[in-house]
Each structure stands twice: as C-alpha cells, then as structure tokens.
C-alpha cells in the first residue's frame, strides 16, 4: 500500500519562498544587503532605547516575525499573466486583497496586493507581493498600444513545470515536500532579473517615451522583482543613515510624519539603478543599453486605521499637499515635512484615544489578573470597565497593507519625474476582477475580524458570554 506523502503548509512554502526571493534579490543587487542589514542594526538599536516599543513587539508576537518581513513588487502586462499568478500565489495561502488605482497619481498601473489573511498565518510569515496590471488603454498612440499587446502575446513567463505544480495543487489540494521545492525554483524564474530586451533599442525607447513603467513591463521576458521591503522600527534613522553606508535615499519619506504612536505605512528607498541591458537591432546585431527599474525600498509600519481613520488621514494629507502646491522633492523635504507635522497634529497620537475615537483597530489581550472570586460580578462589565480594571490590555492591529500615494510617489520617484502627472480615462476595479479571475478581499472587513477573534478569545478567558466593542 503506497502512503501518500503529506502535504506542505501553504504558510510553510511561503516562508521558503519568501527566503530564496530575498536570497535571489541579495545576489542580484548587492545594495540590498547592506539595506538589511543596516535595517537589522536600527532595529537592535531602537529596541534597545526603546522598552515600551519591544514589550509592544513581544505582547503582540512581531518580534518573531520582524527580521523576516518582507514585501515585494511586480508589475505584468495581461489579464492571462494576472490570473494565473493569483493561482501561483493560492499555493502559498495568498490572496488578492484591496484595490489600488495608481493612474490618478501618473502611473498606468492599477493594483493588488497578495498576502495572508489571518493573523496566525501572518505571525509565521507576512511576506507580501504588491501585484500591478499595466493598463494598456493608457498608451495614447493606437498603433504602439497595439504593438505592447502584440509583444505581450508572445512571451511566457511561466516555466512549463511551474503550471503544471499549480495545477497539481489545485487537484490534490496541496503540494509534498519534493514538489515544493521544485515549486520555489521554478517560481523563482518568473521574478528573475533578465538583462536582455525582447524588442529592439528604437522600440524600448517608444515604450519608454509613453511611460519608464510601459518600458519596463513590455520589453523584457518576465516581471522582474522591482524592489524587496524589509521592516524598520525608526524610518527616520535609516534614512539618515542611508548616505553614510553609499546608500543614496529618496528626497521624501512617503506617508504620515514621524509620530510617537506610527500609523498606517511610511515608506522610503534607494535610487533605483541604472542597469546594462542588451538589445537586438533589427539586423540581428547586439546594442548594449541602460535601463532603470529595481530598487531598495524599506518601510515602517504602524496603526491599521479605521474607516473613519482613513478618512481624516487622507484630508490632513491632502491638506498638506495644498498648502505645499508642487511636489515633494530634495528642493522642498524639509518644508513638506514640517507642513505634514502640523497638519497631523490633528490627528490624536496615543493609543487610548485612537481607540477611544474608533480611528484605529486594536486587538485584545487578557492579563494575568486572576479572576478569584469575581468570575460573576464582571459579566456586565463593558469591555472599556474590563479594561480600566486590569483584565484586558490593547495593542494596535499592525497595518498589512499599503497606501496608493505611497506606492505611485515610491515608483515616480524612482522612475524619473518627467512622465505625465496623471492619465485621462476612470479605474475599473470591476475590470481588475474581471482579469484577476476573482474579487479582492476588503482589507478593513480583515482588521474588523481579526480584532473580533481577540475579544472573543478574552470572553473565553474570562468566562464571559460574549464581548463586543
């Protein structure tokens, strides 16, 4: 009788996987190595200065996860390509969640995010993909939009062995041990860095004349991995400290200013580089050329918002970008950010009343306090007199996922500046779902669950019937 092999956990092949990307990214852009570990070491350091901070990460179960948090970014350019990673991320317990439109912001790409869902899942590995789709109808010339889609059509950039581990997922409902690994080797072509061009010089440059973006995604065999994110608990150290280790920095941290209680995400990176690539003339003969997509980005992140949360996040930071009137750059940081300072000080900076203002999700904790004897008595305690009598304690929900704004000023200012500042014709999530092969996960239903699941486990540890907000 044959045994079958017991299957992976998706969380298990996605730790792998996640490892063997940052491993490939280190060895194609050695900068990245020294980014994480000048990340490690502002990490150690901050921990150290910062008591509060670690039993925040140790209460919450982040400090395991903290030095293997990643996040990635690619970029393909059909519906086919699309839908099929939606089916090799599945593999890896990952799904689509949150829609992104970055075209208002200059950049013809609208977007997703691939990742866990729940929390326990998260804890093991929080790896995940920012996924965009470029948006062919941006091209504004006819005949060069048709030529994109007619370049498109002749690549593949799944390896044969790849689909077919897919699909025996999809069948069996799981992979065993030999074919993960397969499965991360041959994943690992479809993100491989590949210095040749499939088009000539004279048509990079047309692509690249309409967008750096439309260039990057058409004119090459796969969606290279653009940048690998590791997690910093003091972005403004890192990027004072960048310069000093031959790390040049982006003008601008993207995101909220620095605050004492960190919300959202706030991102930064190195310069993307300038990297040799080879064309093929129309005669057949080998140009050398330059192209420049891949970066180090880092971020750090702080309190999932609310509904409401967002809301006001959004109009301080609109706020402030009214009062500034251009674009942030190296020319006007200094002044944005104090602009950006003030602007937030509307927004409240601890924790209780974030809470208490329902601006941020939470989740709950029971203490140590026993009970004794007043297992009875507290069972019409409202969670907030739970709180105030030292049986529960709160810790911010962490933010999983990413701000359009942050993502669109990451790539434009990598990219260069001299593209367009926004295209004409409306987002469609609808049409994203239509090409992904299925609808995106409302991020905020996410924090709401998992924040629920946390005081439920409280009412289980003290024996109440129930407990809600």
């Not at 040749?196 to 439309?214: G, M």
């Not at 004492?260 to 990176?269: D, F, M």
């Not at 190296?330 to 944005?336: C, L």
């Given at each position: 009788?044959?045994?079958?092999?017991?299957?992976?956990?998706?969380?298990?092949?996605?730790?792998?996987?996640?490892s063997?990307?940052?491993?490939?990214?280190?060895t194609?852009?050695?900068?990245?190595?020294?980014?994480?570990?000048?990340?490690?070491?502002?990490?150690?350091?901050?921990?150290?200065?910062?008591?509060e901070?670690?039993?925040?990460?140790l209460?919450?179960?982040?400090?395991?996860?903290?030095?293997?948090?990643?996040?990635?970014?690619?970029?393909?350019?059909?519906?086919?390509?699309?839908?099929?990673?939606?089916?090799?991320?599945?593999?890896?317990?990952?799904?689509?969640?949150?829609?992104?439109?970055?075209?208002?912001?200059?950049v013809?790409?609208?977007?997703?995010?691939?990742?866990?869902?729940?929390?326990?899942?998260?804890?093991?590995?929080?790896?995940?993909?920012?996924?965009?789709?470029?948006?062919?109808?941006?091209?504004?010339?006819?005949?060069?939009?048709?030529?994109?889609?007619d370049?498109?059509a002749k690549?593949?950039?799944?390896?044969?062995?790849?689909?077919?581990?897919?699909?025996?997922?999809?069948?069996?409902g799981?992979?065993?041990?030999?074919d993960?690994?397969?499965?991360?080797?041959?994943?690992l072509e479809?993100f491989?860095?590949?210095?040749?061009?499939?088009?000539?010089?004279?048509?990079?440059?047309?692509?690249?004349?309409?967008?750096?973006?439309?260039?990057d995604?058409v004119?090459f065999?796969?969606p290279?991995?653009?940048?690998?994110?590791?997690?910093?608990?003091?972005?403004?150290?890192?990027?004072?400290?960048?310069?000093?280790?031959?790390?040049?920095?982006?003008?601008?941290?993207?995101?909220?200013?620095?605050r004492?209680?960190?919300?959202?995400?706030?991102?930064?990176?190195f310069?993307?580089?300038?990297?040799?690539?080879?064309?093929?003339?129309?005669?057949?003969?080998?140009?050398?050329?330059?192209?420049?997509?891949?970066?180090?980005?880092?971020?750090?992140?702080g309190?999932?918002?609310?509904?409401?949360?967002?809301?006001?996040?959004?109009?301080?930071?609109?706020?402030?970008?009214?009062?500034?009137?251009?674009p942030a750059?190296?020319?006007?940081?200094?002044?944005?950010?104090a602009?950006?300072?003030?602007?937030?000080?509307?927004?409240?900076?601890?924790?209780p009343?974030?809470?208490?203002?329902?601006?941020?999700?939470?989740?709950?904790?029971?203490?140590?306090k026993?009970?004794g004897?007043?297992?009875?008595?507290?069972?019409?305690?409202?969670?907030?007199?739970?709180?105030?009598?030292?049986?529960?304690?709160?810790?911010?929900?962490?933010?999983?996922d990413?701000?359009?704004?942050s993502?669109?000023?990451?790539?434009?200012?990598?990219?260069?500046?001299?593209?367009?500042?926004?295209?004409?014709?409306?987002?469609?999530?609808?049409d994203?779902?239509?090409?992904l092969g299925?609808?995106?996960?409302?991020?905020?239903?996410?924090?709401?669950?998992?924040?629920?699941?946390?005081?439920?486990?409280?009412?289980?540890?003290?024996?109440?019937?129930?407990?809600?907000?």
């Open positions: 009788m044959i045994t079958a092999l017991p299957f992976v956990h998706p969380d298990e092949i996605r730790a792998r996987f996640s063997a990307m940052s491993n490939m990214y280190q194609e852009v050695p900068l990245y190595s020294d980014l994480l570990q000048l990340v490690a070491e502002t990490n150690n350091q901050t921990m150290e200065q910062s008591p901070l670690t039993r925040h990460l209460r919450t179960g982040e400090i395991e996860r903290l030095n293997m948090e990643r996040h990635g970014a690619i970029r393909v350019g059909t519906a086919a390509e699309l839908a099929t990673l939606r089916r090799l991320f599945a593999v890896m317990g990952m799904v689509p969640v949150g829609y992104y439109d970055l075209a208002p912001a200059g013809p790409v609208h977007s997703t995010a691939f990742r866990a869902v729940h929390e326990a899942s998260l804890q093991i590995c929080p790896f995940r993909i920012f996924t965009s789709l470029l948006r062919l109808e941006l091209i504004e010339r006819p005949e060069m939009r048709q030529q994109a889609v370049i498109l690549r593949n950039i799944f390896t044969p062995r790849l689909i077919e581990l897919i699909v025996k997922h999809e069948t069996a799981g992979l065993a041990d030999n993960t690994a397969d499965f991360i080797t041959e994943s479809t491989r860095w590949h210095n040749q061009a499939t088009v000539s010089v004279e048509i990079y440059q047309q692509l690249h004349d309409q967008h750096r973006l439309i260039a995604v004119a065999k796969g290279h991995i653009n940048h690998l994110t590791p997690r910093t608990l003091n972005i403004d150290a890192v990027q004072a400290a960048m310069p000093k280790h031959n790390i040049p920095p982006k003008a601008v941290i993207e995101g909220p200013p620095p004492h209680c960190p919300i959202l995400l706030r991102q930064t990176s310069k993307a580089l300038e990297e040799k690539v080879a064309f093929v003339s129309s005669d057949g003969q080998i140009i050398q050329g330059n192209h420049t997509a891949r970066f180090g980005e880092i971020e750090q992140r309190a999932a918002l609310t509904a409401k949360g967002r809301n006001l996040y959004d109009r301080l930071l609109q706020a402030a970008q009214d009062q500034l009137q251009t750059n190296e020319e006007n940081a200094a002044q944005y950010m602009i950006l300072s003030e602007k937030f000080s509307q927004f409240p900076d601890n924790y009343a974030m809470r208490a203002e329902k601006l941020a999700f939470f989740r709950y904790f029971p203490t140590e026993k009970l004897g007043s297992a009875t008595s507290i069972q019409n305690l409202t969670l907030d007199e739970l709180i105030g009598a030292g049986f529960i304690q709160f810790e911010p929900l962490v933010y999983e990413f701000l359009p704004v993502a669109a000023g990451i790539f434009q200012s990598n990219l260069g500046d001299k593209g367009q500042n926004h295209f004409a014709g409306h987002s469609s999530k609808q994203f779902q239509r090409d299925a609808d995106v996960v409302d991020e905020l239903q996410l924090y709401e669950k998992t924040q629920q699941r946390s005081l439920t486990a409280c009412a289980a540890a003290l024996k109440l019937t129930s407990l809600s907000l």
